[in-house]
């Protein structure tokens, strides 16, 4: 099993760029997540997938959004790239049903916005 | 809402020294309680974790008892080592799809 993958690894982009960031598990888990990792803010949710179908705000969600494409796809779109997006953006994956909820997270997309 | 508070890093310890990193909670109900470590340029991966009070998690010699007296989930290590050095978050999940995380302490051992 491959767990979580996450591409590309790298990316630069100009301000105003778009780009999609995809990811993919092979867990069979419903739910799925974005996250952004900055220094010193720790993980910051962006959107969630509880299940296939349904996509929810997380903490910080302004600039961007998602798509939920099948049970394991996850992208998460930049339509408008800002210096304020450079970060590292980290997909997860979980069970949603009898818990606990652990995570498996991907290895990341480090993105700059120049 | 939930809450995780961690202590801030990073924690510098020689090679052999014992770790100590403080983690307490906020949460109505029972969640179930997680470490998390990161080494670098790497994805967070699941150190240990415990699902009711009382709990021990244990993993690659690190340790951590789920307390719901002091909400706390203090992660410990008898004799850290130079390949230990990395970022660890306490978490929590309940019965919502949305864990919370702690901010992270960074461990740096030194040889």
């Known amino acids: 099993n491959a767990g979580v993958t996450q591409t590309p690894k790298f990316q630069v982009l100009k301000t105003g760029q778009s780009m999609t960031l995809q990811c993919a598990q092979d867990?069979?888990?419903?739910?799925m997540y974005w996250y952004r990792q900055d220094p010193g803010m720790g993980l910051r949710l962006i959107y969630y997938?509880?299940?296939?179908?349904?996509?929810d705000k997380g903490e910080v969600p302004n600039g961007y959004n998602v798509s939920r494409l099948n049970k394991r796809e996850f992208s998460l779109r930049l339509e408008s790239a800002a210096p304020s997006q450079t970060s590292v953006y980290f997909c997860?994956?979980?069970?949603?049903?009898?818990?606990?909820?652990?995570?498996?997270f991907g290895p990341g997309t480090r993105l700059t916005v120049t | 809402g939930n809450s995780v508070t961690q202590m801030e890093g990073p924690v510098t310890l020689s090679e052999e020294a014992f770790l100590t990193i403080n983690c307490t909670y906020t949460?109505?109900?029972?969640?179930?309680l997680f470490w998390y470590v990161q080494y670098p340029g790497e994805g967070l991966q699941l150190l240990l974790k415990?699902?009711?009070?009382?709990d021990k998690g244990s993993n690659k010699g690190f340790e951590a008892t789920y307390r719901k007296e002091t909400t706390s989930f203090h992660l410990e290590k008898g004799s850290v080592q130079v390949s230990d050095s990395a970022v660890y978050f306490c978490?929590?999940?309940?019965?919502?799809?949305?864990?919370?995380f702690g901010r992270g302490t960074s461990l740096i051992v030194h040889p």
């Open positions: 978490a929590l999940s309940d019965r919502s799809y949305i864990p919370t």
């Open positions: 867990m069979n888990h419903n739910s």
């Open positions: 997938s509880a299940s296939e179908g349904t996509t």
């Open positions: 997860a994956s979980s069970e949603s049903t009898g818990g606990p909820y652990e995570q498996y």
């Open positions: 415990a699902t009711k009070a009382d």
């Open positions: 949460a109505t109900g029972y969640p179930s």
